[in-house]
């Protein structure tokens, strides 16, 4: 058998070192995600809020001074605790309040349920057995209540393992500010690292440029979705406490998390709107009210689309597909990365389109 030639031996080489080298860093790839997995969405809502952040964080930091970057980051975590404590703490004691309020109710038998009105045997298809439960519980409720223990228990467990969940879900949030308040700290060299990083993944012409489209996109999510949302809590929210409607906080914050999912405030106003109608006089208050309200819950419908494509070069559909997909599969976190990497996905390919070969023509020849 004859030997090798020198240059197939040394391609060999060549290719088994590649192979391994490759393996190796895969390898190690595999275990750096490992690793960080655990950390992804903190970090992922880290730099989130350090981008929609970061000018309120320049302005601060000016007015500041010397050391104004860490004071101003300091300073930004502080207002976010503040405002996001005050609202959960108001909510927890109405809660608590009410929980010891059924619970004086049910020890001093003041729990009566008033007997159904012979109509509602009635009504088709549900009024024979809505009839019976309704007469049980006005007669027995104690037995009526022991007959659904095991459904009541079920609920009750499933209601505090999503309070629960949601309650990680606000520390988890927390931390991402404080860790947001130190990436703007060190926002310049961060967004350095970010323009080098985009360099060598695409080039160094369209790094600055899909840099500042990923930053651009995130705050426009931000003004387009979330902060539409704060400002429809706001004004449905005073409406409410305006015309003293039971529980008015928590439907505010109904309304805020809501306008997040992108679902209608008018889930929450017209049933609000009709109980102000059912239980009290008609008055010019309550018309004025209404429509106060009923228009409050709308103004979604006139905003987004004047600012989710806000300053952003990629139009304002991608935005919001990208947001609503990203939503639909990521959750909340979705809503901004999907956008994102939709809008760099669009100008990526119309970069490519616009990267002729140089054998073709400008431009299309006119049929």
């Known amino acids: 058998m004859s030997a090798k030639p020198p240059q197939r031996e040394a391609l060999s080489a060549s290719v088994l070192d590649a192979l391994i080298r490759a393996g190796l860093i895969a390898l190690l790839v595999a275990f750096c995600f490992r690793i960080f997995h655990p950390f992804l969405n903190l970090l992922l809502w ?33 207002l976010g605790i503040a405002v996001l404590a005050v609202p959960v703490y108001l909510l927890g004691m109405s809660l608590t309040d009410s929980a010891h309020r059924a619970m004086e109710l049910v020890k001093a038998d003041g729990l009566h349920v008033p007997p159904p009105p012979d109509a509602v045997a009635t009504w088709p298809l549900v009024g024979e057995r809505l009839h019976a439960f309704w007469l049980q519980a006005a007669t027995d409720l104690t037995g009526l209540a022991r007959n659904f223990a095991p459904q009541v228990k079920e609920v009750s467990l499933t209601l505090l393992s999503k309070m629960a969940k949601v309650g990680i879900g606000l520390l988890m949030f927390l931390a991402a500010l404080v860790i947001a308040g130190i990436v703007m700290a060190y926002g310049a060299a961060g967004h350095n690292s970010a323009i080098r990083i985009c360099a ?7 790094a600055l440029h899909i840099t500042e489209l990923c930053t651009a996109t995130i705050r426009a999510v931000a003004q387009g979705v979330v902060g539409i949302a704060f400002a429809q809590m706001l004004l449905i929210g005073i409406g409410f406490v305006a015309m003293d409607i039971p529980g008015a906080g928590l439907l505010a914050l109904v309304v805020l998390v809501f306008g997040i ?17 059912a239980t009290r006089d008609i008055s010019a208050g309550t018309v004025v009210f209404a429509v106060y309200v009923f228009v409050a819950g709308l103004i979604d419908n006139v905003l987004k689309p004047l600012l989710l494509g806000r300053g952003v070069d990629v139009p304002m559909p991608v935005i919001l597909v990208g947001a609503l997909g ?24 119309w970069q490519w389109v616009d990267d002729r070969p140089a054998h073709l023509p400008a431009e299309p020849p006119v049929p």
């Open 46 to 78: 880290s730099v989130i809020l350090a981008v929609m952040l970061y000018p309120l964080h320049r302005r601060l930091a000016r007015r500041l001074g010397q050391k104004g970057d860490g004071r101003a980051g300091t300073l930004i975590v502080l």
């Open 200 to 206: 060598r993944i695409f080039s160094s012409e369209k």
């Open 261 to 277: 999912l992108q679902l209608p405030a008018t889930l929450v106003t017209l049933p609000v709107i009709i109980y102000v109608f």
């Open 326 to 349: 990203g939503m639909i599969t990521d959750g909340i976190i979705g809503l901004f990365v999907g956008p994102v990497v939709l809008a760099v996905a669009y100008e990526l390919f």
